[in-house]
T-cell receptor, first 114, second 113 residues
């Protein structure tokens, strides 16, 4: 199944700044997904990114706060904009495998906003 | 919202079988039951899935009740490395799909030495 590389693996950022997280997949995939996992919580889907079209955001998430790029079939970025301490979370990239195993996940980006 | 209910935590002795229950009483006829687990500081990892028949692979077995309203994930010989949060998820797709996954709170399984 696909192997996902996420960068950075962790970062500590100042409030008011922005961080761009990269997700690189070792094979071409149609759909890429971005999730947020707040401390001690489960994963919540932020948006779905399809190559060549605008990302589709879930309720509670907006493009101005979490802009997403999907320039090709193996790469996507998620930006966390104008950060506040409430944005401190793990952000995970995922792709559908096209096999019965469903989805593969990256190891995540642990973001701390101070 | 997640369509599944799981106990928040469970303990199991190393070497014993770990049986993790999941309630999905509102599951539709075409929806699959998926199990993923998340080991600390890692992304979720696929374990197994099924529609109505019991399934077994190299990691685990999945027992789905005849009415499909509940299921049990069985780790036959738990090891310390099986300590993780286990998520039971209902999905209409086999092999992914365009909707992503809706995660519930999961069960934190702790394997005791």
């Amino acid at each position: 199944s696909a192997v996902i590389s996420q960068k950075p693996s962790r970062d500590i950022c100042q409030r008011g700044t922005s961080l761009t997280i990269q997700c690189q997949v070792d094979s071409q995939v149609t759909m890429m997904f971005w999730y947020r996992q707040q401390p001690g919580q489960s994963l919540t889907l932020i948006a779905t990114a399809n190559q060549g079209s605008e990302a589709t955001y879930e309720s509670g998430f907006v493009i101005d706060k979490f802009p997403i790029s999907r320039p090709n079939l193996t790469f996507s970025t998620l930006t966390v904009s104008n950060m506040s301490p409430e944005d401190s979370s793990i952000y995970l990239c995922s792709v559908e495998t096209g096999t019965s195993s469903g989805y593969t996940f990256g190891s995540g980006t642990r973001l701390t906003v101070v | 919202d997640a369509k599944t209910t799981q106990p928040p935590s469970m303990d199991c002795a190393e070497g014993r079988a770990a049986n993790l229950p999941c309630n999905h009483s509102t599951i539709s006829g075409n929806e699959y039951v998926y199990w993923y687990r998340q080991i600390h500081s890692q992304g979720p990892q696929y374990i197994i899935h099924g529609l109505k028949n019991n399934e077994t692979n190299e990691m685990a077995s999945l027992i789905i009740t005849e009415d499909r309203k509940s299921s049990t994930l069985i780790l036959p010989h738990a090891t310390l490395r099986d300590t993780a949060v286990y998520y039971c998820i209902v999905s209409p797709y086999s092999g992914g799909g365009a909707d992503g996954l809706t995660f519930g709170k999961g069960t934190h399984l702790i394997i005791q030495p």
